[in-house]
């Protein structure tokens, strides 16, 4: 389940507008064209807020449910109430009592939940002929959790929320300043003091009667707002909205808290340390909450200050003008009660942060002083459209912005009022708020590399001193059908997946165009066939490093006026140097097409590389290579790729270089890595929005035509390692909250024939949340957050792997589970006929979710061009999921996956996890590793087995 962090966005950054194709330019640039998007709304008898939005473009439909309940409704002592609720919301119901993904995943449901400070939201994408099922599970554990809510499940998920503790806070760099900042800010008692995700103290003392209590307080209908987004037939779901939720009564009424700003008596400055790399400062102000009249022009202020992108002031000032900070950042965040305007900064390694917070300063007194340009307010309302209409092409996002602006003002239709504030802001009043509420007092929060500061302590509070929980009475619910049996599902809807129209330009260039035109967006994905395994030796990182530097200026337009002609059409445009291929890929609303095509020709074809943002990006990516080795996730990723291929092979190198190489590269290299790779006949370029084949064809061979064909470099992939006996490796991670525990293989190719058979082992296996390894460690130990495995197919043979941070004290117990779930697949318990056809029919049935959006399409489509697979592969994907059969399951589980083969590696604190590891009965050989995976010294190593 996801989590609620004290900075979300504001209500102004969820603003749509929502265009029809073809829709004249706007008369005043000021004006947006506010969206209508066709909402029903009703309230049922019982309160229960209904809002329906139909749209059919694809068979698929959301279900989100809201309870006006979050972490401020919770008391001291009860602190983390809410997301451990939103866990055991999962964890069935009376009519269905047992986990709640397995009837929805089955049908390729994307599901999960969330908690804030305000709300608890669940929510369901699934196809449109479940949604009845969807309806009867959600309605299910509104009205008969208790009756299944027991001992035995509260204390698996007491575990599981604390293992999510661990890995979001605990165990990542500056996890726990977070909390740390909502103390400075907050006064005790005030409803966001405390952390969403709760205390450990508070988490182990949960007695189900203090969860029982609170359900029967905040989860009836009378506070809840559902809306059902997509495919449906509105009459039928108005009578299942009735059918399943009408006869639940009414629950107590939620007295809704008044706005609480928290006024600081003085500025505070407040440093702790962490296991982190580079110093970070955070500078804090209480603002406005929700709704405020201010609150648009307050995100302005924060786009300018520290958000437009390369063109803020804080990012001129600090990283491009002086090299100074490895990242700069403003932002605007509010809640319903309170909001706060934030500036982070994190200074690149042995800078001090007096430095960067002087110069911040001195950006910020500017604004006070002079305002924004009228150009820079312009470019941040305009970013902000183009980006949110582009978001809300999903159905589940739209149903949860619907419902977003339902719950905080009322009306779901209320973005329309937003977005013309947004649109009104000026100069003067972004210059007004500067000196408003960014001049008194403030908190200041520093986090210097040093040891982490204590953890909490997860000993029980003493209940004697609380008061007692008060149990609320409800009337008994008069089903007139009988709830127990779950509603088959509906006819299945056709879905065929988007025809792909291909053209070659005279030059070479392969052009594949998906044409879809209920929006006005358009996406390119240039796809460039090759990457990271084409890097000379000693210069690794140079294919990344090529990607970045063609948005960092051209013959026409250095790397800041690049930024602002994007900005100022609200176009994004990326370029990105993977494993196996590159890419530069654009979004825009079609309006500016025009220009965007300009921009982006511009980038592909006049790349100047210049010295100085050679040298700046250089310095930038130093910084970074440095910061991910704090991370534990990230050094098992770097490590384990080492261990199973070697640094001889690409596929064993770090993905972005290390410091010796990053230092190496000259202009010289990136001119040549660029000449081998970026040619027309040697890249394709995938279409995705409302054009044409033939006149997208037409404006490429006009912006392209000086794009000259070449000669390509081509990828010789060394053979990988043989097979070894299973190794277990350890690195060492300090004082770690967790360990990350990484156990695979070398496994194949994209083009082995087993491809299908694979992915439906996998998703059995690890590949989804119902699957053994997952249900094992998470759902029955409590062990972890989150578990999974992955074939990673490549042009050569990618890895085979399973991942699951996992508490320290169970390490050794979780190691030997997931050895189990390995060994078992292959010998006693190969995958059975339900868990065959659970794992085929997730597959066939979420297949359409991979085309909702241009973004989705796109992003499918880059399959086709890099493993060069016909045009009609996804006609017949569904096909060869649903040949897949249980011999062949069976097969190659037996023939691919080979445990006593494998690698194991732990990424802990040795103090605590050596001796427990070397107890293991298949550690029979373990060696030591740095953070970087080389090999300790001998007398580092302790004593081997």
């Not at 806070?169 to 740390?180: A, F, I, L, R, T």
């Not at 339902?406 to 649109?423: C, I, Q, S, T, W």
């Not at 500016?592 to 700046?616: C, G, M, Q, Y």
């Amino acid at each position: 389940m996801l989590r609620g962090t004290m900075f979300r966005p504001s209500l102004a950054a969820l603003a749509v507008a929502t265009l029809v194709a073809g829709a004249s330019a706007r008369a005043d640039e000021r004006q947006p064209q506010i969206p209508d998007l066709k909402v029903e709304t009703y309230t049922l008898p019982n309160g229960l807020e209904v809002i329906l939005h139909q749209d059919h473009k694809t068979p698929i439909v959301a279900v989100n449910l809201w309870y006006k309940v979050g972490s401020k409704n919770e008391k001291t002592g009860r602190t983390g109430f809410a997301h451990l609720f939103e866990h055991l919301m999962f964890q069935g119901s009376k009519n269905h009592d047992t986990e709640y993904f397995g009837p929805l995943e089955q049908v390729g449901a994307q599901i999960n939940g969330s908690t804030t400070e305000d709300r608890t939201n669940y929510f369901e994408t699934v196809p449109s002929n479940a949604l009845e099922r969807a309806l009867w599970l959600e309605s299910d554990r509104m009205g008969y959790l208790l009756p299944a809510l027991t001992q035995e499940k509260l204390d698996n998920q007491r575990d599981v929320v604390k293992n999510e503790r661990r890995q979001s806070v605990d165990n990542v760099p500056y996890g726990q300043s977070e909390e740390k900042l909502l103390e400075l800010l907050y006064p005790p008692g005030h409803p966001y003091h405390h952390s969403v995700i709760g205390s450990m103290a508070d988490l182990s003392a949960a007695s189900l009667q203090d969860v029982s209590a609170f359900f029967r307080t905040y989860y009836s209908p009378n506070n809840a707002s559902l809306c059902i987004a997509g495919d449906f037939d509105p009459a039928e779901t108005k009578r299942l909205v009735a059918k399943y939720f009408g006869s639940f009564p009414r629950g107590p009424e939620v007295a809704k808290l008044p706005p609480q700003v928290p006024t600081l008596p003085e500025s505070k400055h407040f440093t702790m340390t962490d296991a982190v790399s580079l110093p970070r400062a955070q500078l804090v102000w209480p603002t406005v909450p929700n709704g405020h009249p201010d609150e648009q022009a307050l995100d302005i202020l924060a786009a300018v200050l520290g958000g437009l992108p390369k063109e803020n002031r804080l990012y001129r000032a600090l990283m491009y003008d002086r090299q100074l900070a490895a990242r700069v950042q403003a932002s605007h965040p509010t809640n319903q009660l309170a909001g706060v305007f934030e500036i982070e900064l994190s200074a690149r390694p042995g800078q001090k942060l007096d430095e960067l917070i002087r110069l911040a300063d001195a950006e910020l007194e500017r604004l006070r002083t002079d305002g924004p340009t009228d150009t820079e307010v312009l470019k941040a309302q305009n970013e902000r459209e183009s980006q949110l209409v582009i978001g809300l092409e999903s159905e589940t996002t739209k149903a949860d912005f619907l419902n977003q602006y339902n719950v905080v003002f009322g009306d779901p239709m209320a973005y329309k009022r937003e977005m013309v504030r947004l649109f009104a802001v000026t100069a003067a009043d972004v210059k007004r708020v500067a000196n408003q509420y960014l001049k008194g007092h403030r908190i200041r929060l520093d986090v210097l590399p040093g040891p982490p500061a204590q953890r909490a302590p997860e000993s029980e509070v003493d209940r004697s001193k609380q008061t007692p929980v008060e149990m609320p009475k409800l009337a008994a619910v008069k089903d007139e059908f009988d709830r127990s049996v779950m509603p088959k599902l509906g006819p299945t809807p056709r879905f065929t997946p988007p025809k792909v129209e291909r053209r070659t330009l005279s030059n070479g260039l392969e052009l594949l165009v998906v044409e879809r035109h209920d929006l006005p967006i358009l996406t390119l994905n240039m796809v460039v066939r090759g990457g990271e395994t084409l890097e000379p030796k000693g210069r690794e990182g140079v294919a990344s490093l090529t990607a970045s530097l063609l948005t960092e200026g051209t013959t026409t337009r250095d790397s800041l006026a690049l930024a602002g002609a994007l900005a100022e059409i609200g176009t994004s445009l990326h370029a990105n140097g993977g494993l196996e291929s590159s890419s530069v890929t654009l979004t825009t609303l079609t309006k500016h097409t025009e220009k965007a095509l300009d921009l982006f020709s511009d980038v592909v074809l006049n790349p100047t590389f210049p010295e100085r943002e050679i040298k700046r990006l250089k310095v930038q990516r130093l910084a970074r290579l440095q910061a991910r080795l704090d991370q534990p996730q990230e050094i098992a990723k770097l490590v384990f790729r080492r261990i199973l291929y070697g640094l001889g092979h690409p596929y064993g190198r770090p993905d972005l270089g290390t410091p010796k190489s990053v230092q190496a590269i000259t202009r010289d290299d990136v001119v040549a890595f660029h000449k081998r790779l970026y040619l027309p006949n040697n890249a394709a370029l995938i279409a995705v929005g409302d054009t044409t084949p033939s006149a997208l064809a037409a404006a490429l061979e006009k912006s392209l035509k000086t794009w000259k064909p070449g000669e390509a470099a081509k990828e010789v992939l060394p053979e990988v390692p043989a097979s070894r006996p299973l190794t277990v490796y350890l690195v060492d991670k300090p004082a770690a909250a967790q360990s990350m525990l990484y156990v695979g293989a070398v496994g194949l190719p994209r083009s082995t024939p087993d491809y299908f058979p694979l992915e439906v082992l996998n998703a059995a296996l690890g590949g989804q949340f119902s699957s053994r390894i997952n249900l094992n460690l998470r759902e029955d130990k409590g062990y972890t957050y989150g578990a999974h495995s992955a074939f990673v197919f490549r042009q050569g043979p990618g890895p085979f792997v399973t991942v699951a941070p996992v508490q320290t004290d169970v390490t050794k117990a979780a190691l030997v589970e997931l050895m189990k779930e390995l060994n078992d697949v292959v010998g006693p318990r190969p995958i059975a006929a339900k868990e065959l056809e659970f794992a085929k029919e997730r597959l066939i049935k979420g297949f359409p979710s991979e085309f909702e959006t241009t973004g989705h399409v796109a992003d499918t489509l880059d399959d086709l061009v890099v493993f060069r697979l016909p045009d009609d592969y996804y006609e017949s994907y569904e096909a060869k999921v649903e040949a897949v059969s249980l011999a062949d399951a069976e097969r190659v589980a037996k023939k691919y996956l080979k445990p006593a083969e494998m690698a194991v590696l732990v990424v802990g604190d040795r103090a605590k996890i050596e001796k427990p590891i070397k107890e293991l009965p298949f550690a029979k050989v373990v060696q030591f590793l740095d953070i970087e995976g080389k090999p300790l010294p001998v007398e580092a190593n302790g004593n081997s087995k």
